[in-house]
T-cell receptor
Framework: GAVVSQHPSWVICKSGTSVKIECRSL??????MFWYRQFPKQSLMLMAT?????????EQGVEKDKFLINHASLTLSTLTVTSAHPEDSSFYIC???????????FGEGSWLTVV | GENVEQHPSTLSVQEGDSAVIKCTYS??????FPWYKQELGKGPQLIID?????GEKKDQRIAVTLNKTAKHFSLHITETQPEDSAVYFC????????????????FGQGTILTVHP
């Protein structure tokens, strides 16, 4: 089956530093990837849509300069949380839309804790 | 934009019983409806999906029905097992302007399913 891998699965960083999360589609090509944030006991909140070779489309209220997204290849998108603050602590999840078939698969998520 | 409502927010059943989760959507252009199962601390896992040209789809103990006229779709789990306990999300999406791919998913609020042994 289609597999989407996220790395790291959990990370702890100090306030003011930046942290990068990778999202890879392991066995299929994904021209589009999505980044979500999820708070405990809540639904997934779409942050941005990442298109291979072009700029990401951010949802209203999401700071482009704080959450940098790069989608340099058909199998990799990265989310960089810059100048992290404790309120950025959350569960970040990516998904990838398989180019052939259009089905969307999710990664396992990345827990970010900013101390 | 699309709005997806999901009910119930929590559902508790006995092992072996059936469980039904219902979702409604607002955008008549939506034509792709996946269901995801999310276990604690993990990413959502696609369990079944349905496209608008189909009214029902079944995969072993799981089935999804779609009523495009009423704009609602439902997840049915039969012969529930304790391992089915998780949070279930419905979602809706529509094709882009060129009709070549599906756009972003709009999620329901989630249903916490608990199956008691």
């Amino acid at each position: 089956g289609a597999v989407v891998s996220q790395h790291p699965s959990w990370v702890i960083c100090k306030s003011g530093t930046s942290v990068k999360i990778e999202c890879r589609s392991l066995d299929f090509q994904a021209t589009t990837m999505f980044w979500y944030r999820q708070f405990p006991k809540q639904s997934l909140m779409l942050m941005a849509t990442s298109n291979e070779g072009s700029k990401a489309t951010y949802e209203q209220g999401v700071e482009k300069d704080k959450f940098l997204i790069n989608h340099a290849s058909l199998t990799l998108s990265t989310l960089t949380v810059t100048s992290a603050h404790p309120e950025d602590s959350s569960f970040y999840i990516c998904s990838a839309r398989r180019t052939a078939g259009n089905t969307i698969y999710f990664g396992e998520g990345s827990w970010l804790t900013v101390v | 934009g699309e709005n997806v409502e999901q009910h119930p927010s929590t559902l508790s059943v006995q092992e072996g019983d059936s469980a039904v989760i219902k979702c409604t959507y607002s955008d008549s252009a939506s034509n792709y409806f996946p269901w995801y199962k999310q276990e604690l601390g993990k990413g959502p896992q696609l369990i079944i999906d349905i496209r608008s040209n189909v009214g029902e789809k079944k995969d072993q103990r799981i089935a999804v029905t779609l009523n495009k006229t009423a704009k609602h779709f439902s997840l049915h789990i039969t012969e529930t097992q304790p391992e089915d306990s998780a949070v279930y999300f419905c979602a809706a999406s529509s094709r882009n302007a060129g009709g070549t791919s599906y756009g972003k998913l709009t999620f329901g609020q989630g249903t916490i399913l608990t199956v008691h042994p």
